[in-house]
């Protein structure tokens, strides 16, 4: 089963920054957390990952917690293509290792 | 982000047949990866592919299914003889070396009657 803890469903209005947490306190150390997405049927995308510092890209910002026992992806101006399941993850990064899903957040961008 | 590419779109079978699905590799990739997710259920990781052999399967993976790369061509997910709880669609997975994130496939949708 998936080792974090994630709201069932989360609402967010058009063009305000949605803000989606995950709780993942059995993390190890060497292990990244991991986030992606699934819009529809379609195949997982990835978003973004992070170790222990905050990360950003051009599609979202990872804040993760001093002590690693959660984290928070951040969809700066939240469009309503971004309506999709948020999944956090963690593992080892760089190995072969599957990703194991969780049921994931269902994100509803309002208009 | 790399293109991967996934065929057959959508299959239909009927119940003890055999299935081939296809996945097209990028030269780059090692690691290659088949999920399945059955309709309304989570994503579900079977078999992990490095260096033309399995790393990782998970209890889903049984001796009905088989992964192979041929000849360093498509990656391909076989179901030997399929049952109706086979249905579900399955996505292929491709990581570069070195890299740290996973790149889907659009999926196959695969219908069991």
């Known amino acids: 089963d998936a080792k974090t803890t994630q709201p069932p469903s989360m609402d967010c209005a058009e063009g305000r920054a949605a803000n989606l947490p995950c709780n993942h306190s059995?993390?190890?150390?060497?292990?990244?957390v991991y986030w992606y997405r699934q819009i529809h049927s379609q195949g997982p995308q990835y978003i973004i990952h992070?170790?222990?510092n905050n990360e950003t890209n051009e599609m979202a910002s990872l804040i993760i917690t001093e002590d690693r026992k959660s984290s928070t992806l951040i969809l700066p101006h939240a469009t309503l293509r971004d309506t999709a399941v948020y999944y956090c993850?963690?593992?080892?990064?760089?190995?072969?290792?599957?990703?194991?899903f969780g049921k994931g957040t269902h994100l509803i961008i309002q208009p | 982000e790399p293109e991967v590419t996934q065929t057959p779109s959508h299959q239909v079978t009927q119940m003890g047949q055999e299935v081939i699905l296809r996945c097209v590799p990028i030269?780059?990739?090692?690691?290659f990866y088949w999920y399945r997710q059955i309709l309304g259920q989570k994503v579900e990781f079977l078999v992990s592919?490095?260096?033309?052999?399995?790393?990782?399967k998970s209890e889903i993976f049984d001796d009905q299914f088989s992964v192979e790369r041929p000849d360093g061509s498509n990656f391909t997910l076989k179901i030997r003889s399929t049952k109706l709880e086979d249905s579900a669609m399955y996505f292929c997975?491709?990581?570069?070396?070195?890299?740290?994130?996973?790149?889907f496939g659009p999926g196959t949708r695969l219908t069991v009657l």
């Open positions: 592919f490095y260096n033309n052999e399995i790393s990782e």
């Open positions: 993850i963690y593992q080892r990064g760089g190995g072969a290792d599957g990703l194991t």
């Open positions: 992070g170790l222990k």
């Open positions: 997975a491709r990581k570069q070396t070195g890299g740290y994130e996973q790149f």
């Open positions: 030269s780059n990739h090692l690691y």
């Open positions: 059995t993390i190890s150390g060497n292990e990244y």
